[in-house]
Each structure stands twice: as C-alpha cells, then as structure tokens.
C-alpha cells in the first residue's frame, strides 16, 4: 500500500502593479498538481496579511494549500510549484520578490501559527521568517529578494480556526487580461439582492458601484465574497458574465474578520504601520482640511492621537464632523507614518460610546412682547429695547440640543474597505467564536 503524507504549501509576493495575482499562481498549482494524481485537503487557503505595511505587495495576500501525496511524487510537486512561480511570477518587477516554503507535517506547530498573527498584525523581516523555517525544518525557495518567504510561511501557519470568510474567484482566459471587463451589471444587482447577506460587499449601496470586479490588471474577472462555500457557489451562478470565464477557485480566508487590529489600552502604545483599536475621548473638535477630510483628535489618559475620515468615506465624514469635545469613542483603524506630520488613525470604523449633552445659551426672552432681548455686554444684563425692560444677566436660557448621532458603531462604506474588515452585516449576521468546516 503507498503511504501518503501531507506537504504544506506556502506561495507569496508574485504579483505587481501591472498584473498578475498570487491567488491565481495558487490556482493553476493546484490545477496541476491534481493533474498528477495530488489530493487537496480542505480548501487552499488566502491570507490577507498586514495592510499598513509599506512594502506589501499590491494584493497583499499569500495562499497556502495542503496536499496529501505520495512521498515518491513530492519532488514532481516541488517542480510543479517552482516552475509554475517561475512562469507566472512577475520577475521582471523590481518590487517583486517572491517566497516559496514547503512544510511536510500534519499538524502545525504554535510557533508557525503565532509567526502568521505576526505578519498580520505587526512587522516580520525576512530575518525573521529565515530563522522560523530553519526551526521548523521548512524548505525555503527565495526568487531575487525572496521576500514571499515571509507570507507564504505565514499562510501555511494560519489556522483559520476563529473566524473566516470564503471567496470564490473567477480567472479570464489570457488573452482577456488587461482589458475592460464584461459582466452584465444588473445580474450582480439581482444575485446582491437574493445572497446578502450570506455574501457581502458586492455592491457600494451609496454609489452603485459594483465591487466584485478589480481594477487592476490581473487575471481575476470577479471574486465573491461570502460565509459559506455554498452561498459564494450560489451567486457566482446568478453572476451573467459577458466573456469566457477560464476556471474558478473557492479559497478559504480571513477576510472581513478584523484580524488585523491590536486592541489597545493606552494611546501611547500605538505604533506606526499597525492597525488599532483604541477608546478615548474628544479633545479636539473636528476640523475639515484641504481636500474634504475630516479631522479630529481622542485621549485617554496616557496620550491623545489625530483620527482622520477621509474624502472617498464620503457620509462616514458626517459621523466624524457630528462629535463634539467630550464625547467617547472607540477608534478602529491604521497608523501610518508621515514625515512631518503627527501619527493619525486612518478611520475604518467608530463606535460612539457616550455622548456629552451640546447646550446652547440663549438671551432670555422679553416677559411683555416675547422677543429674544438684547445683551448689554458683559455682566450688564439684557434689555427689551422695545418694552424697555432690563433683566440680569443670570436670566440667559440654555438649552439642550440634539444630538444628530447614536450610540453605535459605524462603518466606512464598501469602497473604502480593506480586505481584512469586517462588515458590520457579519457582526450581526454571524454570531460565533469557532466554528469548522
């Protein structure tokens, strides 16, 4: 009887600004290896790692598959990977550096499992991820820089075992990509219409905007996002495109859980190129600088920070412009580090926790004819000129106004998120700590 056993693979950093994708590479891997008799286990994996980092990769995304094979067919595999990054990869790129990391075990050590939280959440070096591998006994392949190294050992040590999303993805055939794609607008709006939201961010419900297709010119024709294998199946099938589709993938994901915050206490602990969440208090009043973006700044008691809803948030602009010095939030959202210029929390979401009363002060009115009367000026009182009646300065009104915000948690909308958000629709639709598949 052949002995089968299971080899991780781990694949990151192949794509550029003029196309490519990783989760594509990853595709035609598995197409291939499946050609010689290889068997996946479970579904491969697509793994968003740390968005603020400034030398991420365009899609920013390293996969990872397990196959279960013969131990004589593992070097035909090794080919297999090597030669199809090779091929696909955009090596001509100077910014691409791609990462290949084969791991043969059925289970996962913690170490390799604490390393992905890392990468998506903080800062690794190559270094870093060299000195792992050898720990571990991984087999590293570097092209150029290699540093791919770092997300594809990071996407073999991801458990997805908290909370995950799936995204189904469609390729176009290659001689389709890079021009405009064709997919009939109103079949998008109807499958929205029937899966939301068991799929989500299909649309951008403001702008109309259809967001399952990129802008990029990659070889994806459109991805959907959603919980389950079936619900993304399902409206791929109502999804009515307008040009071949080559073939598709469903990957497994972290997608849409808001792995890549670090919950913080202490405003003095946020760091550059980290996503956050932080509570704090108001303590300086929007302001609304050159280009529309919305200004305003939070502490607690070991420091404040600046928080920023930008231009493209459109209406989530107005949640920012309605706070008021005093209120209490709750922040989310990344830090990025700009010469000159103090670190600001780039707004993702904000959860309004409590609401300090807006008052007003309002001239007394006159007791005869019923009119606001007039100040004197300081510590001189008012006066009705018409009735010719005084009153002290004691007498003036105030009066509470309303708030125009509740208490609750708001969202950028969808053309503004990044992949590893999560949609407010999933907080309230998926009620779960751990589930499996």
Request: aromatic residues 6%; positive net charge.
């Amino acid at each position: 009887m052949v002995s089968l056993v299971i080899l991780n693979i781990g694949i990151d950093d192949t794509d550029s600004k003029k196309g490519m994708c990783t989760t594509y590479v990853g595709a035609v891997i598995i197409r291939r290896i499946r050609e010689i008799g290889g068997r996946l286990e479970g579904f491969p994996k697509l793994i968003r790692l740390n968005p603020m980092w400034p030398h991420k990769t365009r899609g920013n995304c390293a996969v990872a598959m397990k196959v279960r094979i013969s131990r004589q067919r593992i070097p035909i595999v090794k080919r297999i990977v090597l030669d199809t990054v090779r091929e696909l990869a955009e090596l001509r790129s100077e910014t691409t550096n791609p990462g290949v990391v084969f791991y043969e075990s059925e289970d996962i050590p913690k170490c390799l499992k604490t390393f992905s939280k890392k990468t998506v959440q903080e800062v690794v070096d190559l270094k870093e991820a060299e000195e792992l591998a050898k720990e571990v006994e991984a087999e590293i392949h570097k092209f150029k820089l290699g540093n791919g190294v770092i997300g594809a050992l990071a996407a073999i040590g991801h458990p997805l075992d908290r909370d995950w999303t799936f995204e189904l993805i469609a390729y176009r055939i290659r001689e389709n990509w890079g021009t405009p794609r064709k997919i009939d607008a109103e079949s998008v709006f109807r499958m929205n219409a029937e899966t939301y939201p068991e799929t989500f961010d299909n649309l951008d419900p403001l702008t109309g905007e259809i967001r399952i297709t990129p802008h990029t010119p990659c070889p994806i024709l459109y991805g959907i996002r959603g919980e389950t294998p079936e619900a993304v199946e399902k409206a791929s099938k109502l999804v009515r495109t307008l040009e071949p589709v080559d073939f598709m993938i469903t990957y497994k994901t972290n997608q849409g859980t808001d792995e890549h915050y670090l919950r913080l206490k202490k405003i003095s602990e946020v760091k550059p190129y980290r996503s956050v969440i932080v509570d704090g208090t108001v303590c300086r009043a929007p302001r609304t600088i050159p280009g529309g973006h919305v200004i305003f700044s939070v502490k607690n008691g070991s420091g404040e920070i600046d928080c920023a809803a930008y231009e493209p948030t459109r209406k989530f602009r107005e949640i920012a412009r309605s706070l008021v010095i005093g209120d209490k939030v709750r922040v989310f959202g990344g830090v990025k580090e700009k010469p000159n210029l103090p670190l600001t929390v780039n707004l993702e979401k904000i959860s309004i926790l409590k609401l300090v009363p807006l008052v007003e002060k309002r001239n007394p009115t006159c007791p005869r004819c019923g009119r606001r009367m007039k100040s004197e000026g300081k510590g001189k009182g008012y006066s009705c000129k018409k009735c010719k009646i005084n009153a002290p300065e004691g007498k003036a009104e105030t009066i509470r106004l309303p708030r125009k915000i509740l208490l609750r948690i708001f969202e950028v909308p969808p053309r503004c998120r990044r992949h590893l958000a999560k949609p407010l629709v999933r907080e309230v639709h998926v009620a779960h700590e751990s589930r499996e598949i």
